[in-house]
Protein backbone atom coordinates (compact mmCIF):
# COMPACT_ATOMS: atom_id res chain seq x y z
CA UNK A 1 0.00 0.00 0.00
CA UNK A 2 3.30 2.25 -0.05
CA UNK A 3 1.85 3.60 -3.32
CA UNK A 4 -1.48 4.70 -2.53
CA UNK A 5 -0.43 6.21 0.76
CA UNK A 6 2.18 8.04 -1.10
CA UNK A 7 -0.78 9.36 -3.45
CA UNK A 8 -3.20 9.90 -0.85
CA UNK A 9 -0.96 11.87 1.24
CA UNK A 10 0.25 14.13 -2.29
CA UNK A 11 -3.66 14.42 -3.16
CA UNK A 12 -4.16 15.78 0.05
CA UNK A 13 -1.44 18.30 0.54
CA UNK A 14 -2.06 19.11 -3.38
CA UNK A 15 -5.84 19.58 -2.71
CA UNK A 16 -4.85 21.79 0.59
CA UNK A 17 -2.01 23.37 -0.97
CA UNK A 18 -0.05 22.25 2.48
CA UNK A 19 3.81 22.78 2.03
CA UNK A 20 6.13 19.53 1.85
CA UNK A 21 7.91 20.41 4.87
CA UNK A 22 4.28 19.34 6.89
CA UNK A 23 4.43 15.83 5.14
CA UNK A 24 4.66 13.98 8.30
CA UNK A 25 2.33 15.69 10.03
CA UNK A 26 -0.17 15.00 7.23
CA UNK A 27 1.28 11.57 7.28
CA UNK A 28 0.51 11.31 11.30
CA UNK A 29 -2.85 12.11 10.98
CA UNK A 30 -3.55 9.66 8.14
CA UNK A 31 -2.34 6.75 9.99
CA UNK A 32 -4.45 8.30 13.08
CA UNK A 33 -7.68 8.67 10.68
CA UNK A 34 -6.94 4.94 9.81
CA UNK A 35 -6.17 3.56 13.68
CA UNK A 36 -9.37 5.56 14.77
CA UNK A 37 -11.81 4.58 11.75
CA UNK A 38 -11.29 1.08 11.82
CA UNK A 39 -10.18 1.70 8.24
CA UNK A 40 -6.73 1.54 5.64
CA UNK A 41 -5.67 3.96 3.78
CA UNK A 42 -5.55 1.02 1.23
CA UNK A 43 -9.68 1.10 1.57
CA UNK A 44 -9.73 5.32 1.39
CA UNK A 45 -6.56 5.91 0.04
CA UNK A 46 -7.58 6.53 -3.53
CA UNK A 47 -11.44 7.84 -2.95
CA UNK A 48 -9.91 10.37 -0.71
CA UNK A 49 -8.76 12.50 -4.02
CA UNK A 50 -12.35 13.10 -4.94
CA UNK A 51 -13.31 14.67 -1.11
CA UNK A 52 -10.11 16.70 0.01
CA UNK A 53 -10.39 19.15 -2.91
CA UNK A 54 -14.18 20.04 -1.60
CA UNK A 55 -13.40 19.91 1.53
CA UNK A 56 -10.28 22.37 1.12
CA UNK A 57 -13.20 24.72 -0.89
CA UNK A 58 -15.42 24.92 1.97
CA UNK A 59 -12.24 25.66 4.22
CA UNK A 60 -13.23 22.30 5.95
CA UNK A 61 -9.73 21.32 8.05
CA UNK A 62 -8.18 18.53 7.28
CA UNK A 63 -8.68 17.17 10.57
CA UNK A 64 -12.46 17.58 9.83
CA UNK A 65 -12.37 15.81 7.11
CA UNK A 66 -9.75 13.09 8.22
CA UNK A 67 -12.45 13.07 11.56
CA UNK A 68 -16.19 12.49 9.58
CA UNK A 69 -14.31 9.50 7.75
CA UNK A 70 -13.20 8.06 11.23
CA UNK A 71 -16.32 8.63 12.39
CA UNK A 72 -18.12 7.13 9.73
CA UNK A 73 -16.04 4.40 9.45
CA UNK A 74 -15.77 3.04 13.12
CA UNK A 75 -19.68 3.34 12.87
CA UNK A 76 -20.14 0.64 10.12
CA UNK A 77 -19.91 2.81 6.85
CA UNK A 78 -17.43 1.01 4.47
CA UNK A 79 -14.93 4.06 3.32
CA UNK A 80 -15.78 4.60 0.50
CA UNK A 81 -19.99 5.68 1.24
CA UNK A 82 -18.12 7.52 4.04
CA UNK A 83 -16.67 9.59 1.37
CA UNK A 84 -19.39 9.33 -1.04
CA UNK A 85 -21.77 10.60 2.14
CA UNK A 86 -19.57 13.72 3.13
CA UNK A 87 -19.06 14.39 -0.48
CA UNK A 88 -22.44 14.46 -0.51
CA UNK A 89 -23.28 16.43 2.59
CA UNK A 90 -21.06 19.41 1.21
CA UNK A 91 -22.94 19.20 -2.25
CA UNK A 92 -26.05 19.75 -0.49
CA UNK A 93 -24.98 22.93 1.60
CA UNK A 94 -23.03 24.15 -1.53
CA UNK A 95 -26.44 24.16 -3.78
CA UNK A 96 -28.99 23.62 -1.76
CA UNK A 97 -32.66 22.60 -2.79
CA UNK A 98 -35.47 24.95 -2.90
CA UNK A 99 -37.30 22.58 -0.13
CA UNK A 100 -33.39 22.76 1.91
CA UNK A 101 -33.62 26.24 1.44
CA UNK A 102 -37.47 27.00 2.82
CA UNK A 103 -36.24 24.26 6.09
CA UNK A 104 -33.18 26.53 6.71
CA UNK A 105 -35.55 29.29 7.18
CA UNK A 106 -37.93 27.83 9.08
CA UNK A 107 -34.96 26.45 11.48
CA UNK A 108 -33.24 29.51 11.61
CA UNK A 109 -30.96 28.03 10.27
CA UNK A 110 -27.81 29.26 7.50
CA UNK A 111 -27.65 26.96 5.48
CA UNK A 112 -24.90 27.55 2.62
CA UNK A 113 -21.83 27.55 1.64
CA UNK A 114 -21.09 30.54 2.94
CA UNK A 115 -21.68 29.03 6.34
CA UNK A 116 -20.07 26.19 5.80
CA UNK A 117 -16.64 28.15 4.75
CA UNK A 118 -17.17 30.87 7.72
CA UNK A 119 -17.72 28.14 10.58
CA UNK A 120 -15.75 25.63 9.46
CA UNK A 121 -17.36 22.15 9.91
CA UNK A 122 -17.75 21.26 13.39
CA UNK A 123 -19.39 24.44 14.36
CA UNK A 124 -21.64 23.85 11.28
CA UNK A 125 -22.20 20.89 12.08
CA UNK A 126 -23.00 21.71 16.02
CA UNK A 127 -25.78 24.47 14.67
CA UNK A 128 -27.52 21.61 12.16
CA UNK A 129 -27.95 19.37 15.39
CA UNK A 130 -28.84 22.44 17.54
CA UNK A 131 -31.10 23.77 15.00
CA UNK A 132 -32.96 20.45 13.74
CA UNK A 133 -32.87 18.73 17.13
CA UNK A 134 -31.95 15.55 15.37
CA UNK A 135 -35.33 15.57 13.79
CA UNK A 136 -35.28 13.07 10.70
CA UNK A 137 -38.30 15.16 8.74
CA UNK A 138 -35.78 18.57 9.13
CA UNK A 139 -32.75 16.70 8.46
CA UNK A 140 -34.18 14.65 5.03
CA UNK A 141 -35.31 18.23 4.01
CA UNK A 142 -32.22 19.23 4.12
CA UNK A 143 -29.73 16.84 3.16
CA UNK A 144 -32.08 14.73 0.91
CA UNK A 145 -29.84 12.83 -0.63
CA UNK A 146 -29.31 9.21 0.83
CA UNK A 147 -25.70 9.48 0.71
CA UNK A 148 -25.57 12.81 2.52
CA UNK A 149 -28.72 11.52 4.83
CA UNK A 150 -27.31 8.55 5.50
CA UNK A 151 -23.44 10.66 7.09
CA UNK A 152 -25.33 13.25 8.11
CA UNK A 153 -27.68 11.64 10.71
CA UNK A 154 -24.73 9.40 11.89
CA UNK A 155 -22.48 12.52 12.56
CA UNK A 156 -25.34 14.45 14.13
CA UNK A 157 -26.55 11.67 16.21
CA UNK A 158 -25.49 11.41 20.16
CA UNK A 159 -23.18 8.94 19.72
CA UNK A 160 -21.77 10.10 16.18
CA UNK A 161 -21.60 13.32 18.02
CA UNK A 162 -19.19 12.18 20.65
CA UNK A 163 -17.37 9.51 18.20
CA UNK A 164 -16.35 12.80 15.78
CA UNK A 165 -15.58 14.84 19.05
CA UNK A 166 -12.83 12.41 20.29
CA UNK A 167 -11.89 11.46 16.26
CA UNK A 168 -11.14 15.31 15.98
CA UNK A 169 -8.97 15.38 19.03
CA UNK A 170 -6.99 12.25 18.73
CA UNK A 171 -6.41 13.68 14.60
CA UNK A 172 -5.13 17.30 16.39
CA UNK A 173 -2.95 15.02 18.65
CA UNK A 174 -1.74 12.34 16.59
CA UNK A 175 2.30 13.12 16.66
CA UNK A 176 4.49 10.35 16.07
CA UNK A 177 2.74 7.72 14.15
CA UNK A 178 4.53 8.04 11.17
CA UNK A 179 7.63 7.19 13.26
CA UNK A 180 6.10 4.56 15.22
CA UNK A 181 4.61 2.86 11.56
CA UNK A 182 8.22 3.20 10.17
CA UNK A 183 9.93 1.44 13.00
CA UNK A 184 7.65 -1.25 12.71
CA UNK A 185 8.24 -1.61 9.32
CA UNK A 186 12.44 -1.64 9.81
CA UNK A 187 11.72 -4.36 13.28
CA UNK A 188 9.55 -6.67 10.58
CA UNK A 189 12.54 -6.38 7.78
CA UNK A 190 14.95 -7.00 10.42
CA UNK A 191 13.00 -10.51 11.45
CA UNK A 192 12.94 -11.22 8.02
CA UNK A 193 16.26 -10.76 6.72
CA UNK A 194 17.20 -12.92 9.74
CA UNK A 195 14.86 -15.91 9.18
Do not use: C, H, W
Request: charged content about 25%; hydrophobic content about 35%; proline content about 1%.
Amino acid sequence: ETTTSVNTLTNVMNAYNIETDRAIEISDKLLMLQKFGKTTVGEFGNELGRLAPLGAQVNMSVEEMFGSIATLTKNSIQSSQAITGMRSIISSVISPTAEATKEAQRLGLQFNASALQGKGFEKFLDDVMRKTRGNTDSLTKLFGNVNALNAIMLLTSEKGSKDFKEALEAIYNAIGMTDESMEKLDTRSQRLSET
